[in-house]
């Protein structure tokens, strides 16, 4: 038997969900609400974090490593909850990795469906948007909504440093809100109608960001309009062979110590991470 047929019989009932460490909680989270009879195996990359501040071939690398990760664990459709990956590595790994090596799987991205979301919106005028460098300076954000209102005004910061806050259990911090004031301050300047979080991180922060923005500006929760879409994808997708199960299971990865991210986990998530594993997925 061929590696090729073997990853074909090897496919499972399962939705994966992978990002560079604990951000893509804030997605799996929405998942498990409105899509709770589904199995879900999640793969936090902490030891390699941030991706941020990386190569987009380096992000690529890292990327595929762990989605390859996740097919081999028997994930039908694996959901990048990375915005960083999302905008530097879903479009190759869609047209190079998958017709190669699993064809008949999917992997879909984070941006599209809030940049969607964003678009629709009546009566907005202009948005901004944070995230980390790579997301930002890969413009893929501004294009998705160029393409879907050209007439709406974008402004963009990138926010480096919220990430490695946010993993080292700082959301909470007096610092941190300081940090957060000082990136914000250009946003509000410019006196935008809309706040996008372009990170699965910064839900994490959402309460603290949308009290320095004030009540003017919309910020739109990334995981909410995530799990509505992934919900409409299945529905519209009965040939991947995703379906609810009697017996739902839930597993949960890192490449770091798991002792923060159960932590951390736990208390965002609010359920014990019974199933947490470290497991090492670097080819090197």
Request: net charge positive; aromatic share 8%.
């Amino acid at each position: 038997m061929s590696e090729l047929e073997y990853n074909k019989m090897a496919a499972k009932n399962i939705i994966g969900v992978f990002d560079s460490g604990l951000g893509g909680l804030t997605v799996l989270k929405h998942f498990l609400q409105v899509l709770p009879d589904y199995n879900y195996i999640y793969l936090g990359d902490s030891a390699r974090l941030p991706y941020g501040e990386k190569s987009p071939e380096t992000i690529y690398n890292y990327s595929r490593e762990a989605i390859d990760f996740l097919f081999r664990k028997g994930c039908k459709l694996i959901i990048i909850a990375c915005n960083t990956a999302s905008s530097q590595a879903l479009r190759r790994l869609q047209q190079e990795y998958l017709p190669t090596a699993y064809p008949d799987r999917r992997i879909l991205g984070v941006i599209r469906p809030v940049a969607e979301y964003v678009a629709r919106q009546d009566h907005l005028d202009s948005v901004g948007i944070i995230g980390t460098k790579a997301t930002i300076n890969s413009r893929a954000y501004q294009a998705e909504l160029s393409k879907l209102n050209p007439n709406l005004r974008v402004e963009a910061e990138s926010t480096p440093l919220l990430v490695p806050l946010i993993e080292e259990g700082w959301s909470a911090k007096p610092e941190t809100k300081m940090i957060l004031k000082k990136y914000l301050r250009p946003l509000k300047i410019k006196k935008i109608g809309a706040l996008i979080l372009g990170c699965t991180h910064y839900p994490f922060l959402r309460r603290e960001i949308k009290q320095i923005m004030g009540r003017r500006i919309a910020v739109p929760e990334p995981g909410e309009i995530i799990a509505a879409s992934l919900k409409e994808y299945l529905g519209r997708h009965p040939e991947l062979g995703l379906s609810i199960s009697d017996q739902v299971t839930h597993e949960y990865y890192t490449t770091d110590n798991p002792v923060l991210f159960r932590k951390l986990g736990e208390k965002f998530l609010g359920c014990h991470l019974d199933n947490l594993s470290q497991v090492k997925i670097s080819a090197t």
